[in-house]
């Protein structure tokens, strides 16, 4: 199983950012993949998460409004959109998948990618 995430970069506040992880090596149909990010100095934390099987998807209260989570079924690609950009979303994300259900609980996904660097400038 591999997770590919892309879309890192550096970007201004107030602007956006499209975020995409690719995954293969198995079905997906009957996971949820979630993204994570970590900031340098903290914890791991929950962005949102989208069920493969039927578009559901959670939001971390803090991120509703400006980050959409989405999936392409045919591309096995799910893709964080990021609009409103702030300094405090600097952060490396990563993608994760994993069957236990809509969760914001990082034990809760088996597979991670390698993270993707997003730096937001002031």
């Known amino acids: 199983v591999q997770l590919q995430a892309s879309g890192r970069g550096l970007v201004q506040a107030g602007g956006s950012l499209r975020l995409s992880c690719v995954a293969s090596g198995r079905t997906f149909s009957s996971y949820v993949m979630g993204w994570f990010r970590q900031a340098p100095g903290k914890e791991r934390e929950f962005v949102a998460a989208?069920?493969?099987?039927?578009?559901?998807?959670y939001y971390a209260d803090s991120m509703k409004g400006r980050f959409t989570i989405s999936r392409d079924n045919a591309k096995n690609t799910v893709y964080l959109q990021m609009n409103s950009l702030r300094p405090e979303d600097t952060a490396v994300y990563y993608c994760?998948?994993?069957?236990?259900?809509?969760?914001?609980?990082?034990?809760?996904?088996?597979?991670w990618g390698q993270g993707t660097l997003v730096t937001v400038s002031s």
């Open positions: 994760a998948a994993g069957i236990k259900g809509l969760t914001s609980w990082p034990q809760a996904y088996d597979y």
């Open positions: 989208i069920r493969w099987s039927v578009g559901s998807t």
